[in-house]
């Protein structure tokens, strides 16, 4: 091994800058990995004029190719290569960083003697230039000549050059190419997924959609590039508003149930995500939607509110038979002095008309989720209605010695609602804070007007409604577990909730651990223009 010298002809600075410029163009013309180290080796042989030259690429010290002088990639066998990472020049190279020049081939221990290997030849001269980027040896270049001392000063100033452009070169373009498999990966992904997926900009003009969006709302993808998401989402089937789109511009995450229509012009429940995707590198944000398509389920839930609807009404028939029997028995023995018979009718009065207003509950929050209870309103004064529901829960209040109080407002204007959904709904708050009251407690019954809405509160002394508990407690079939407490089925306040809304009012607990809960809801004084009841599932918060 030497250092650099001996006779040559000097490659003239122009002829040098003209091949590194010409280099240049072609690599950043050539964007794929295969072919950026065969132009660099084609161009260094070229320029030195050499007959023997390869290309040895690496990442992380391991072999990705072996590139041959004209010939692109070649198969080397394993052991030959082996041989020569561990034992000769480009072992040395790769694991020194360093640029080798061998004067004599055959007088040096690095260059293997290879007698079948054709990029290996037995004399001559050889240069081995490590392929160097952020670090890394990407590649190793090895030239050889049949002549002895054929590389000079200029010649590794040059294949240095080229080898500098060629790891960056090459580097680059693995990035990109990593970078655009990425991007297949990630069209092919979104192209192929099993939910409809539609992408729009900020106002929501859709800029893209999926194949499963395309099958599910019957659309050609060029025909819905030509919508806005209002089109498949038409206003008033959801709670997709202008509203909803402020929330995404915040980057909220909007979930929500709604309806879609088709081409045909049918209509599909969904279920909706939207989420705002920022751009990166200059590139504008966009809102992604994906929809789940919840007809089966709807069909499902359909048949189950029509069955439960059907077994409701047949049990209203046995239902009024038992309190037709028990008001006749009631009065067959009216004068019968057994307090014995007397008790068990009371107690069977009871159940029958707890059993009754289950029943009524069951049937009108299935009908005020479906919008199909109508309200009768009439101009009502909120006093008789409580004292039409405190007529009712009295008989418990007595059983547990419950202390009934009421702070009740004299100047409170009628109430344009429906009379006897109002008194339910009283009731119900009324029975509920007697049954979590212990025994000797109190419950205190309170009015007020306040702008345009009457107030009611019912303040209990109970052991109040745990934090977790107070966002659902007016769910459907909610109910708080507690110790000794009373069980129910869960519909009383999911009623409660619904009622009050379908007069444009609200309901709400407040609650302090082991210090009661007060339930307040209020009601417009004045009727709205329109109501719109509840959908089924609509989310509006």
Same mark, same amino acid.
């Given at each position: 091994m030497s250092t650099v010298q001996g006779p040559q002809?000097?490659?003239?600075?122009?002829?040098?800058?003209?091949?590194?410029?010409?280099?240049?163009?072609?690599?950043?013309?050539?964007?794929?990995?295969i072919d950026v180290l065969q132009r660099v080796l084609n161009a260094t042989a070229e320029a030195l004029g050499t007959p023997h030259a390869s290309i040895i690429a690496f990442k992380q010290n391991e072999i990705q190719a072996v590139y041959a002088l004209g010939s692109g990639p070649v198969v080397n066998p394993r052991p030959v290569l082996d041989r020569v990472l561990a034992d000769g020049l480009v072992g040395f190279?790769?694991?020194?960083?360093?640029?080798?020049?061998?004067?004599?081939?055959?007088?040096?221990?690095?260059?293997?003697?290879?007698?079948?290997?054709?990029?290996?030849?037995?004399?001559?001269?050889?240069?081995?230039?490590?392929?160097?980027?952020s670090g890394d040896?990407?590649?190793?270049?090895?030239?050889?000549?049949?002549?002895?001392?054929?590389?000079?000063?200029?010649?590794v100033h040059l294949a240095s050059a080229i080898s500098e452009l060629g790891a960056a070169a090459q580097t680059n373009t693995l990035l990109l190419d990593a970078a655009r498999q990425a991007e297949r990966r990630f069209a092919t992904l979104f192209d192929d997924a099993i939910v409809p997926i539609i992408i729009t900009d900020l106002q929501g003009d859709i800029q893209t959609v999926n194949r499963r969006a395309?099958?599910?709302?019957?659309?050609?993808?060029?025909?819905?590039?030509?919508?806005?998401?209002?089109?498949?989402?038409?206003?008033?089937?959801?709670?997709?508003?202008?509203?909803?789109?402020?929330?995404?511009?915040?980057?909220?995450?909007?979930?929500?149930?709604?309806?879609?229509?088709?081409?045909?012009?049918?209509?599909?429940?969904?279920?909706?995500?939207a989420k705002r995707i920022d751009g990166t590198d200059g590139e504008v944000d966009h809102i992604q939607w994906i929809?789940?398509?919840?007809?089966?389920?709807?069909?499902?839930?359909?048949?189950?509110?029509?069955?439960?609807?059907?077994?409701?009404?047949?049990?209203?028939?046995?239902?009024g038979n038992i309190h037709t029997s028990l008001e006749a028995l009631n009065r067959l023995l009216a004068d019968y002095q057994d307090d014995v018979v007397q008790n068990l009718l009371e107690v069977a009065s009871r159940a029958e008309s707890q059993a009754r207003r289950m029943v009524d509950a069951l049937l009108d929050v299935q009908y005020l989720e479906e919008g199909r209870k109508l309200l009768t309103r009439t101009n009502t004064e909120l006093s008789s209605l409580i004292s039409g529901a405190v007529e009712q829960v009295q008989p418990l209040a007595e059983d547990k010695s419950i202390r009934l109080r009421f702070a009740l407002a004299d100047d409170l204007p009628l109430l344009y609602i429906d009379a006897e959904m109002v008194q339910r709904v009283l009731t119900n708050l009324l029975d509920n804070a007697i049954k979590y009251s212990p025994e000797g407690g109190t419950v205190t019954v309170s009015t007020a007007a306040s702008g345009n809405?009457?107030?009611?509160?019912?303040?209990?002394?109970?052991?109040? !409604? #745990?934090? @977790? =508990?107070? $966002? *659902?407690?007016?769910?459907?079939?909610?109910?708080?577990?507690?110790?000794?407490?009373?069980?129910?089925?869960?519909?009383?306040?999911?009623?409660?909730?619904?009622?009050?809304?379908?007069?444009?009012?609200?309901?709400?607990?407040?609650?302090?651990?082991?210090?009661?809960?007060?339930?307040?809801?209020? !009601? #417009?004084? @004045? =009727?709205? $223009? *329109?109501?719109?009841?509840?959908l089924l599932g609509a989310t509006t918060s």
């Open positions: 002809a000097r490659l003239s600075e122009m002829l040098r800058l003209a091949l590194v410029y010409r280099l240049v163009r072609e690599l950043n013309a050539e964007l794929r990995p190279v790769l694991h020194n960083y360093r640029t080798i020049i061998i004067n004599d081939v055959t007088s040096n221990s690095l260059w293997l003697p290879l007698p079948d290997e054709p990029l290996s030849p037995q004399e001559g001269s050889a240069l081995c230039v490590p392929l160097i980027h040896v990407v590649g190793v270049m090895t030239l050889a000549h049949p002549a002895r001392s054929y590389f000079t000063a200029d010649a395309c099958e599910f709302l019957g659309y050609e993808r060029e025909e819905l590039l030509l919508h806005n998401i209002s089109t498949v989402h038409r206003m008033g089937t959801g709670p997709i508003s202008t509203d909803r789109f402020e929330h995404l511009k915040r980057g909220l995450e909007v979930r929500f149930r709604s309806v879609v229509w088709t081409k045909d012009g049918e209509s599909k429940a969904v279920q909706v995500y929809e789940h398509d919840l007809s089966s389920q709807t069909q499902l839930e359909q048949l189950r509110r029509d069955l439960s609807a059907m077994v409701y009404h047949d049990m209203r028939g046995p239902l809405e009457v107030f009611v509160r019912i303040k209990d002394t109970g052991p109040g !409604v #745990p934090p @977790e =508990a107070q $966002a *659902t407690i007016f769910d459907k079939f909610s109910r708080l577990k507690q110790r000794n407490m009373p069980h129910g089925v869960g519909l009383g306040l999911a009623f409660c909730k619904l009622a009050v809304e379908a007069h444009g009012g609200r309901i709400w607990v407040r609650s302090a651990e082991n210090n009661g809960a007060t339930f307040t809801f209020a !009601v #417009p004084i @004045e =009727a709205p $223009a *329109t109501q719109e009841l509840p």
